[in-house]
């Protein structure tokens, strides 16, 4: 089985935790079962109830013994599209150091997951890069079980979006800024429409529609408290690296396919030097899992997101007014 060496040993407490904060399923069902075979195992899954997103929490409930048991099976099985992914895309702050990262973005840019699988699954990786050692193995093979729970969820996986997808799809219809705010000031509720109207005055006339779709998609109130408390120069340095992200140019590696891989692969053109990825884990637990979900940070946006008042300190007028279905 092509499965990168991958087994239960490299699932530790930690990943388990980091998963079970972004609303992972199986990771949950694990943990449970570990659980009940100890003492106080309710106070125990009390604690996980408060860690897992309450609409993850909700689901679950509503799981069969079957279903449950079915989906934690399924934990390692991994998804054939992983194998076509960039080795680059591993880097993150949750199971590596940043030693690691900076090993990794040293790497061939066009080292693809399905040319180290045989390696790891041999041990021998660390051979053939003799910079990585026994610990980096076993480390990049929890980023692997990470991107793979990734890639399991939606591509809009984020809680408390703004945006549902029936306004984003009509917004996707329109054909310029004027029509788009005409269309979202008629869609807000009695009292919201001044308000809607004023937040999106400084609305950038030369972006495209689909620009404006995919920064809107990406909007959820979980962006503001986390946003109000961020230093200039946490902004900045996102701004400047999903700005990087987007706008390199690889033949064989899209934007079609980079917005798919986990956020931290914004971080993956900059200096080393400067490389301070832990910046973007706080949005990461918040279930901004791929770089597509960052699109609030697009450089076109600025002029609404970086002023005093902006729309990313706003958010909740945006989901009052947009969030439910039609």
């Known amino acids: 089985m092509k499965n990168f060496g991958i087994s239960k040993k ?27 075979l100890a003492l106080s195992a309710n106070k125990k899954i009390e604690h996980l109830n408060r860690m897992i997103p309450k609409n993850t929490l909700q689901k679950i409930k509503n799981l069969d013994a079957i279903e449950a048991s079915q989906i934690r099976n399924s934990f390692f099985s991994l998804n054939p599209k992983i194998y076509e992914f960039p080795v680059h895309g591993m880097i993150n702050s949750i199971t590596n150091k940043s030693t690691l990262n900076n090993k990794i973005i040293n790497l061939d840019p066009d080292l693809k997951l399905k040319d180290i699988e045989y390696l790891l699954r041999k041990g021998t990786f660390k051979d053939k890069f003799s910079k990585f050692t026994t610990a980096d193995e076993n480390n990049l093979r929890r980023s692997i079980i990470l991107f793979n729970c990734i890639l399991s969820e939606g591509l809009r996986p984020q809680d408390n979006l703004c945006f549902s997808s029936e306004i984003l799809t009509e917004i996707s219809f329109l054909r310029n800024k004027k029509e788009i705010l005409n269309f979202l000031v008629k869609k807000a509720k009695k009292g919201n429409k001044l308000k809607v109207k004023k937040l999106l005055t400084d609305f950038p006339e030369e972006v495209s529609v689909k620009d404006t779709v995919n920064f809107l998609s990406s909007l959820s109130t979980d962006i503001t408290p986390i946003w ?63 770089a597509q979900n960052l699109s609030f940070l697009d450089p076109k946006f600025r002029v609404i997101t970086e002023k005093k008042g902006s729309i990313l300190e706003n958010l909740k007028i945006l989901k009052d007014n947009y969030s439910k279905k039609l």
Request: overall charge positive; hydrophobic content about 40%.
């Open 228 to 290: 109000r408390n961020l230093h200039r120069k946490k902004k900045d340095y996102l701004y400047g690296n999903y700005a990087l992200y987007k706008k390199i140019k690889f033949e064989k590696l899209p934007w079609s396919k980079r917005k798919l891989m986990p956020s931290f692969a914004i971080a993956s053109f900059e200096s080393s030097k400067a490389r301070n990825i832990k910046h973007i884990q706080p949005f990461f637990r918040k279930r901004f899992l791929r």
């Open 10 to 36: 490299n699932l530790n407490d930690s990943l388990l935790n980091e998963l079970i904060l972004i609303g992972n399923i199986a990771a949950y069902l694990i943990k449970v079962k570990k659980f009940s």
